[in-house]
């Protein structure tokens, strides 16, 4: 079979970490793509060009740059017909490959560089940003030198709803343990033995990272280590210690570099080093969590997991290297249910957001990077990714291979059919009182390990969904025993407790 000159192509990858956290030393977040770009070129056994198509770069937090992508290919000494940014998400990375080989495959680009990466951890310890020697957005420019705007070439979709803003229920170290709590009413499982099976998950976890170079965190823990509570390990949000947390203080980069195969053979990229993406598939559940059905049930994951495989004309046993998003594990059991997969199933090529380390928006384009090396050292496997943004709100996955897809890469969106589905009406203000039934919770405890919030989601008589979000250590520490999913409770208004 000919290939296809329009297929699009994966050739290089590329890494990079940064401990230094010394101000004078310390990378910048640009200076650590530019590294992992470098290393990508290399890993593709090519010199990197002077002109690309594009240069897109996932959306930081650690460092404010006039254009990350235009910074990005300067450092490089690239220069692109467009510089890019995405929205925030962690889905991001596995749809800019998306969004990047539908191009490539419709002839609209042929060489595209894509990358991400943070310095949280110099930022954490550098609590003075002036003391950084860092790039000043602000500085001015001349006319000849002005920086080009960047371009948004993803669509964004905003997370929360007016009422979830004004009870402050905004953050993932909230949301994901409510999400734990419902997956174990679900199974109907106790306390401890739910506990034990997530700690036994992020146990697998860590001994993945702990053979990952480019992990940052490389220690093996046993179940007990990720279970016992300690200064080191404080509960966060029930039932979630800190270890289960995704370890977003990391700096890291990574970067991949796509073209078409046309482009590929021109550049004299070894055939030995090209990775396909088979297909792909962008969605996302119900875009409030107020009106999802279920914190148990993610049909958004079953659904763009499903067409993703069947575009590629496979099964997910069928699979040999996967990695589920992995920021909470509530987020990966979501994940694995969804697709059909049991949990004791090695679920993450790197370690996952809490060992390998979560920079944000860009832990997926290390799962890719690493499924690129699997995949290489494997070449007969398939690879899955499934990347997570919001509170298991937006979706992307990635199907990829050694080999050709047979009918070129393909893409598509199950939303139609998701938006459909059923949801919930949230109750607001006063409307939302009277009796209520915990559906999901979580306990939110203070930097010194003790109680301090209820945060749960409760259906009222008629199945609408209400909030309640109390910042008082009495009820926080009523909660925090025994299986609290199913108690009834009433309401006073919407986020406050008459009784509980």
Request: glycine content about 8%; some cysteine.
């Amino acid at each position: 079979m000919s290939l296809d000159p329009r297929t699009p192509v994966l050739i290089g990858a590329g890494q990079a970490l940064d401990r230094d956290t010394q101000p004078a030393t310390a990378k910048h977040p640009v200076a650590l793509m530019a590294e992992a770009v470098t290393a990508a070129f290399s890993d593709a056994a090519i010199a990197a060009p002077t002109q690309v198509d594009s240069v897109r770069v996932v959306r930081l937090l650690s460092w404010k740059y006039t254009n990350t992508a235009h910074a990005l290919a300067s450092a490089c000494g690239i220069t692109a017909k467009q510089y890019g940014t995405t929205p925030h998400g962690g889905n991001m990375p596995q749809s800019l490959v998306n969004l990047t080989a539908r191009q490539i495959a419709a002839g609209e680009v042929e060489l595209v560089v894509l990358a991400g990466g943070e310095c949280a951890r110099t930022r954490s310890v550098v609590k003075d940003a002036s003391a950084l020697p860092w790039p000043d957005p602000n500085t001015k420019t001349t006319d000849t030198e002005r920086v080009p705007a960047a371009e948004n070439i993803v669509e964004d979709l905003a997370l929360l709803n007016d009422e979830e803003q004004r009870l402050g229920i905004m953050l993932p170290v909230q949301h994901y343990p409510m999400f734990e709590s419902a997956l174990r009413a679900a199974a109907g499982r106790s306390v401890a033995s739910h506990e034990r099976r997530i700690a036994e998950l992020w146990s697998r976890f860590s001994a993945v990272a702990a053979s990952n170079p480019y992990a940052w965190l490389q220690t093996p823990l046993s179940a007990d280590q990720v279970l016992t509570v300690s200064p080191d390990n404080r509960m966060i949000g029930l039932p979630y210690r800190k270890v289960m947390n995704s370890n977003n203080q990391v700096n890291l980069a990574a970067a991949v570099v796509m073209c078409s195969a046309e482009r590929a053979m021109a550049l004299g990229v070894p055939r030995d080093r090209w990775v396909f993406p088979w297909a792909g598939a962008d969605c996302h559940e119900h875009q409030f969590v107020s009106n999802r059905w279920s914190f148990a049930e993610t049909p958004a994951i079953r659904l763009g997991g499903q067409r993703a495989l069947q575009l590629a004309g496979l099964g997910i046993d069928d699979i040999a290297q996967i990695d589920l998003y992995s920021c909470f594990p509530s987020a990966v059991q979501l994940g694995a249910a969804s697709l059909g997969l049991d949990l004791t199933r090695q679920l993450t090529l790197t370690g996952g957001l809490s060992f390998a380390g979560g920079p944000w928006n860009n832990y997926v384009m290390h799962a890719i990077a690493t499924a690129m090396m699997r995949l290489r050292e494997s070449p007969d496997d398939h690879a899955f990714i499934w990347a997570n943004g919001g509170y298991a709100t937006k979706h992307a996955f990635g199907v990829y291979a050694t080999t050709p897809p047979p009918n070129g890469f393909l893409h598509e969106s199950p939303q139609a059919a998701i938006d459909a589905l059923p949801a919930r009406q949230l109750a607001t203000g006063d409307d939302a009182r009277g009796a209520a039934t915990i559906e999901a919770y979580t306990v939110m405890h203070d930097r010194g390990g003790e109680p301090e919030r209820l945060i749960a989601a409760t259906l009222l008589a008629d199945g609408r969904r209400a909030w309640v979000n109390v910042a008082d250590a009495t009820v926080a520490r009523d909660f925090v025993t025994d299986e609290q999913v199913g108690r009834r409770v009433v309401l006073r208004r919407s986020g406050e407790l008459e009784s509980a």
